[in-house]
C-alpha cells in the first residue's frame, strides 16, 4: 500500500533527471509546489463504527512518489510523524534522497527511531552511496533500508553494509531511460547474500541489458521480469 500525504517535488541528483514521477516525459513534469493531497490523513481516518479504514499489520510506503524530507514539507511533517505515531500497528516505509536533512526532519519524541519506521535511503551511483550513507548509518534508526534506484552503474555497499537490514534495487522507468545491467544487480545481490541481508530485485527498469543483450522493457513488465529471474533473499517476512 502506498500513502502519498503530499505531492509535487523537483530534482535533488543525478537519478532525478528522468523521473518517473516529475521528469520531462511524465504526467506531473512541472509539479514542483509541494502541497497537501486528499490522501493526507489516510492512516488515521475512520469508519463510522470507529474503527480505522486502514486495518493495522500493514505496510505503508510512505512518500515514493515524492520525497519526505522536503524542506517544503517542513509544516505538514510534523502532522504526519503524529499519525504514524498514532499507528503504531502500520509499518511505515520512509524513502529520501535528501537524507542530509534527517536530524531537521524528526520529531522531538524521536530518540533513537519509532519502532514502525523504517527509513530508506536512495543511491543511484557510487558517488551517492558514498556521501549519503555514511551520514545515514551515523543517524539513529532503528530499522534502514537502501534502495538502489534507479540503479544508473555498478555500486560497492561493502563499507555501509553492516549497518543496513535490506536492499532493493531497480532500473529506471523512462522514455529516455539509462540501462540498467544485470550484473550490477548480481553484485550487489552477493554483497547481501554475503552479509546475510535481505534482497529485493523490485523492476528491471525501461533498458535492461542482460547477456550481453539491451532490451527495452514494457513498463507494465519491468516488476514481472524482475520477479520471474527469482534472485530475491528473504527471511520469510514480506520484501517491500
Known amino acids: 500500500m502506498n500513502w502519498e500525504p503530499w505531492t509535487g517535488c523537483y530534482p535533488h541528483s543525478e537519478?532525478?533527471?528522468?523521473?518517473?514521477?516529475?521528469?520531462?516525459?511524465?504526467?506531473?513534469?512541472?509539479?514542483?509546489?509541494?502541497?497537501?493531497?486528499?490522501?493526507?490523513?489516510?492512516?488515521?481516518?475512520?469508519?463510522?463504527?470507529?474503527e480505522y479504514n486502514i486495518k493495522g499489520d500493514k505496510i505503508l510506503a510512505t512518500c515514493f512518489a515524492t520525497d519526505f524530507f522536503l524542506p517544503e514539507a517542513d509544516l505538514m511533517r510534523k502532522e504526519v510523524w503524529a499519525m504514524i505515531k498514532e499507528r503504531q500497528d502500520i509499518d511505515f516505509l520512509i524513502l529520501t534522497k535528501r537524507i542530509e536533512r534527517f536530524?531537521?526532519?524528526?520529531?522531538?519524541?524521536?530518540?533513537?527511531?519509532?519502532?514502525?519506521?523504517?527509513?530508506?535511503?536512495?543511491?543511484?551511483?557510487?558517488?551517492a552511496a558514498d556521501e549519503r550513507l555514511p551520514l545515514f548509518l551515523s543517524y539513529p534508526i532503528k530499522r534502514r533500508f537502501v534502495a538502489c534506484a534507479p540503479l544508473l552503474e555498478a555500486i560497492d555497499l561493502s563499507k555501509y553494509i553492516h549497518g543496513i537490514d535490506h536492499v532493493s534495487v531497480g532500473g529506471e522507468t523512462s522514455k529516455d531511460a539509462r540501462v540498467c545491467d544485470y550484473q550490477w544487480v548480481l553484485d550487489i545481490r552477493k554483497q547481501c547474500q554475503d552479509a546475510g541481508k535481505t534482497f529485493w530485485f523490485k523492476n528491471t527498469g525501461s533498458i535492461f541489458k542482460?547477456?550481453?543483450?539491451?532490451?527495452?522493457?514494457?513498463?507494465?513488465?519491468?516488476?514481472?521480469?524482475?520477479?520471474?529471474?527469482?534472485?530475491?533473499?528473504?527471511?520469510?517476512?514480506?520484501l517491500f
Open 15 to 50: 537519478g532525478c533527471n528522468n523521473c518517473y514521477f516529475y521528469g520531462p516525459n511524465a504526467k506531473r513534469y512541472g509539479q514542483n509546489e509541494i502541497i497537501k493531497t486528499d490522501k493526507f490523513d489516510w492512516p488515521i481516518r475512520k469508519k463510522k463504527n470507529g
Open 103 to 127: 536530524y531537521e526532519s524528526l520529531p522531538e519524541d524521536w530518540g533513537d527511531g519509532y519502532d514502525n519506521v523504517n527509513i530508506g535511503c536512495t543511491v543511484e551511483n557510487q558517488k
Open 210 to 238: 542482460k547477456d550481453g543483450q539491451i532490451e527495452k522493457v514494457n513498463p507494465f513488465k519491468q516488476t514481472t521480469y524482475a520477479k520471474e529471474l527469482d534472485i530475491n533473499i528473504s527471511d520469510g517476512k514480506p
